[in-house]
């Protein structure tokens, strides 16, 4: 069974930088995908990243093109989601995601999902 731990949540201010962590195990397969997806109180779950394990092909929503990078440890089985100069509207509980898939996207239903970590930055 496929298990995600998020960390790496907190408190951080206007512009500044946080790193995200999802440590995954119980892989028996190569075709996967892992994404963040985060959710703010009262707004729909938006798909922010996605990395596909096969070739490390990326996808970034344009809410967070060019601040946020997703990378993959393989060492570790961990994933990372670099977030820089963030804004308010990036508060939301962030949410570690993974699928089986062949292309890296947040199209769909994804399969396995972490507990999630806040996200916080005050106007």
């Known amino acids: 069974e496929v298990q995600l731990v998020e960390s790496g949540g907190g408190l951080v201010q206007a512009g500044g930088t946080l790193r995200l962590s999802c440590a995954a195990s119980g892989f028996t397969f190569d075709d996967y995908a892992i994404a963040w997806f985060r959710q703010a109180p009262g707004k729909e779950r938006e798909g922010v990243a996605c990395i596909l394990h096969s070739d490390g092909s990326t996808y970034y929503a344009d809410s967070v093109k060019g601040r946020f990078t997703i990378t993959e440890d393989n060492a570790k089985n961990t994933w990372y989601l670099q977030m820089s100069s963030l804004k308010p509207e990036d508060t939301a509980k962030y949410y570690c995601?993974?699928?089986?898939?062949?292309?890296?996207?947040?199209?769909?239903?994804?399969?396995?999902w972490g507990q999630g970590t806040q996200v916080t930055v005050p106007s």
């Open positions: 995601a993974a699928d089986r898939r062949v292309v890296a996207n947040v199209r769909g239903r994804f399969e396995w």
